[in-house]
């Protein structure tokens, strides 16, 4: 059974950068999709950015394009989040997933079978 633990969460000011990091183990995710949700208070988790098997291909949710990019290691079974001009509206607690979504899935959460514990991204204003 695969483990998704990330990091690089914290306490930024509006319109600064932080760098996510999902690291894998018990088992290769090279031909998995995997991606990033989050969930702020109150609110359903929401899809923020996939990457498919070969890093080739990428989604974004439109709330994030331009400012996020989404890319993987898959010699370290490694995937990652870099987030720039960040907004407080981005304020949220950060998963990362892994699964096999079909094509016309890729944003829905419960397509992803495999889950890290989250970390909390906090951008004050």
């Known amino acids: 059974q695969v483990q998704l633990v990330e990091s690089g969460g914290g306490l930024v000011q509006a319109g600064g950068s932080l760098r996510l990091s999902c690291a894998a183990s018990g088992r290769t995710l090279s031909n998995s999709f995997m991606g990033w949700f989050r969930q702020a208070p109150g609110k359903e988790r929401e899809f923020v950015a996939v990457i498919s098997e070969d890093g080739i291909n990428t989604v974004y949710a439109v709330s994030v394009k331009g400012r996020f990019t989404i890319s993987r290691d898959n010699a370290k079974n490694t995937m990652y989040l870099q987030m720039n001009t960040l907004k407080p509206e981005d304020t949220a607690v950060y998963y990362c997933?892994?699964?096999?979504?079909?094509?016309?899935?890729?944003?829905?959460?419960?397509?992803?079978?495999?889950w890290g514990q989250g970390t909390q991204v906090t951008v004050s204003s």
């Open positions: 997933a892994a699964g096999s979504p079909p094509l016309s899935s890729l944003t829905r959460a419960g397509r992803y079978n495999s």
